[in-house]
């Protein structure tokens, strides 16, 4: 705003006061402050503001976390030393202005008509000649020429040697000078907002008033007063999570080391959440049809919040924040994934947990906690080829490709081409072991057609969020479930079983008459189903069962010279013995047997893979999501913010003053008419605070139009 860096010089006081407040003052530490605050709001950009600490954790390490938290980068906005800074712009600025407003203001009154006539012949933009009537009759000629082009005009008369001589001074574009002060105003009024409306006030009453941030757990109606701030409070932004069918009224302040609860003087009940999707998944319209109650008054007032269109009362803007689970009730059934664990049903809501005491059967589960994550409705997803990854939980990221192609052991990749459709609802839980770790499901309710001639289900697991799911496909049978798979998973445990199926394999694949080979073919069909069962002590260190079992006894027992012809037999062996290993389990359970037809032997290619990859599959048990009742909630947030008009001001300041700075030019022009021969002789000077092609332009113009001087004589 001044023409130098240097700032407000006090004259008195200690060496320190001066120089602190000369550097306080000065544009060079004004400019270093915008400085700062350009790159906090770069890092609050870039870094997800709010985010739990383990989040940071599992994406950028136990340093990095532990270092974002100590410099509050997870909460820049907020932290003290942004609020510091935005504190000494204020200052800063102010100091500035206080320092120049005056000599503007000045300069913009002043007309400068006591300048010299030596002094105009040092200008750039200068221009002679001699006019024929008198001096005081050419100065009120040019100045009415100058009043009616719109400049401001003062006449000035002197007495010189020669006789009286008139001095006209007009001036243009003093609004210039109006936006610099505009503008750096509009700095102090915008950062003023924004610590009004920042955590400033809550901070300040954390340090005078004794409250302190709540880091614990259970209802909102237990949390003690220190922890609540009052209906009073002047400014704050919270969040406010309301289900359909309840109300709430409590915001929470999400703060470094925990939280605020902020009452508010209203309820919000929401009666009924709105969500509409694009073909993608993507949400196009999220709205809530609320009913605020007035806890004074009692009175009940209908409202509708949508995205950029909220609803305010008692000066507190209700804004359509996001949408969550409201407590969905969920009926989920065990899937068994190894031998001894039994099926069983377990209900439950989404944010909730129950404790599974063996209820399968299985060893190792002896005590776990089913968490319920998560239930998703829709799961749009993009299959057709060249996807870029997926989470496979979102329904915003709509790319299942990738995730179902780094599924777990041995399944072959798809190629085939596919298209955007909705596969139905999915169930996301955790199940925690007594040592307190968990790991992470999703799990999707129908059968997903991936193309490959069967439709599977597709059971998520990874290890932290910081990881995508991996799946596990199990073939839907022909009643369109998982029994057919489950009930070949426990077959393939019985050895009885196993025996039994070999034996009627070879019985098919043999003649009677042909005893010898019948029994060799036994004997290798009997040891690949052990194999591939788990049933044989797995080579140290490699998983035990599966594929990959397989593919390691062959290593271990075979030349390598026959391993690739004795693969394919004893491949062809293991597929033969398994389809009358299910042919077996259908029997048991009344169903007619499998005709051997192209589903059929998809159906059975899917199911070889699928046994292989369960054995690495980490839970005894898997939840498929049997039915559902979908509670939503809503995500509100309020925010009293009184600095938000002093900001909108401050942004109307600095447009204006930005415009009057670049478009608006500061110009005075000054005539001297000096007596001469019973004429005038005219020296026309121009003065601009920027130098153009158009202030070269003017200045011929005026030379011409004012004392009839050519550009070419006029312009030195």
């Known amino acids: 705003m001044s023409e130098t860096t240097q700032g407000v010089r006090v004259q008195s006081g200690s060496r320190a006061l001066r120089a602190g407040v000369e550097l306080l003052s000065s544009m ?84 400068k008509e006591n300048v010299r006539e030596q002094s ?24 009415g020429m100058l009043a009616k082009a719109g400049w401001k005009v003062r006449l000035q ?49 954390m340090l005078l008033g004794g409250k302190t941030p709540y880091a614990g757990g259970g209802l909102i109606a237990d949390v003690k007063p220190e922890h609540r701030l009052s209906e009073r409070n002047p400014t704050f932004r919270g969040n406010l999570l309301v289900a359909e069918g309840t109300q709430s009224s409590t915001a929470i302040l999400s703060q470094s080391d925990g939280v605020l609860l902020q009452e508010l003087p209203f309820a919000i009940e929401l009666q ?71 099926p069983f049903d377990v209900e439950g809501v989404v944010g909730g947990s129950t404790e599974l005491t063996n209820k399968g059967g299985a060893p190792g589960s002896d005590t776990m906690t089913l968490e319920f994550t998560a239930l998703r409705t829709i799961n749009v997803e993009n299959f057709v080829g060249g996807g870029q990854g997926s989470s496979g939980v979102d329904v915003r990221k709509v790319d299942l490709r990738e995730s179902v192609e780094s599924r777990l052991g041995a399944a072959n990749k798809t190629v085939t081409k596919k298209e955007l459709r909705n596969v139905g609802p ?96 036994s004997q290798s069909a009997s040891r690949a189903l052990a194999v591939f069962a788990g049933a044989v002590p797995p080579v140290e260190g490699r998983p035990a069962g599966g594929l990959q079992a397989i593919s390691d006894f062959m290593e271990a027992n075979v030349p390598e010279a026959e391993r690739s012809r004795a693969g394919e037999v004893l491949v062809r062996i293991l597929n033969g013995t398994l389809f009358e290993l299910a042919q077996l389990t259908r029997e048991a359970a009344g169903l007619k047997t499998m005709e051997q037809d192209d589903r059929t032997r998809a159906f059975m290619t899917q199911a070889v893979l699928s046994l292989s990859d369960a054995v690495a599959y980490p839970a005894p048990i898997a939840f498929e999501l049997k039915d559902f009742t979908q509670v939503q909630a809503s995500v509100f947030q309020v925010a009293r913010a009184p600095g938000k ?44 605070n920027r130098k153009t092609m158009d202030g070269d332009k003017e200045f011929a113009q005026l030379a011409q139009k004012l004392i009839g001087a050519s550009p070419s004589a006029g312009h030195a």
């Open 426 to 521: 999915s169930v996301s839980y955790k199940l925690r072991d007594a040592a307190g770790q968990a790991r992470e499901y999703h799990n999707y309710m129908l059968p997903v057609d991936t193309g490959e001639g069967v439709p599977v289900f597709l059971l998520g697991v990874r290890e932290s969020p910081s990881e995508p799911f991996r799946y596990l496909r199990v073939p839907a049978d022909d009643q369109g479930s998982m029994e057919g798979f489950v009930r070949m998973r426990a077959a393939l445990a019985d050895a009885a079983l196993r025996e039994k199926a070999v034996r009627r394999y070879v019985a098919m694949a043999i003649e009677p008459s042909r005893p010898e080979l019948a029994e060799q073919l």
């Open 28 to 111: 060079r530490f004004a400019i270093a402050l915008l400085t700062v605050i350009c790159i906090a709001s770069v890092i609050g950009t870039v870094l997800k503001q709010h985010e739990p600490a383990v989040n940071y954790v599992n994406q950028f390490g136990p340093f990095w976390a532990e270092l974002f938290g100590a410099l509050q980068l997870n909460a820049v906005y907020s932290a003290w030393w942004f609020l510091l800074i935005l504190a000494f712009l204020v200052v800063s600025t102010s100091l500035c202005i206080a320092r120049n407003t005056p000599k503007y203001l000045s300069d913009i009154k002043s007309f």
């Open 272 to 342: 009924k959440f709105i969500v509409e999707h694009y073909s993608t998944g993507m949400p196009k319209l999220f709205a809530s049809e609320i009913v605020i109650h007035d806890k004074e008054t009692g009175e009940k007032i209908p409202a509708r919040v949508e995205v950029n269109h909220p609803a305010s009362y008692k000066g507190i803007e209700i804004y359509q924040s996001s949408f969550d689970d409201g407590g969905s009730r969920l009926k989920l059934r065990a899937v068994p994934m190894v031998a001894g664990a039994r």
């Open 120 to 143: 105009l012949r040092a200008f750039h933009h200068k221009a002679e000649a001699t006019l024929g009537e008198s001096t005081e009759a050419e100065a009120r000629r040019i100045g």
């Open 157 to 205: 008369q002197r007495e010189t040697s020669s006789g009286a001589g008139w001095m006209v001074a007009a001036k243009a574009g003093a609004a210039n000078k109006i936006g610099y002060i505009a503008a750096h105003s509009a700095i102090v009024l915008i950062c003023v907002g924004g610590l009004l409306d920042g955590d400033l006030i809550v901070r300040a009453q």
């Open 645 to 688: 008009n002093i900001v909108y001001l401050g942004c109307l300041l600095l447009i204006l003053g930005v415009f009057a700075m670049l478009y608006i030019r500061e110009r005075r022009v000054w005539v001297w008419l000096s007596p001469r021969d019973g004429g005038c002789q005219a020296l026309l000077a121009l003065s601009a």
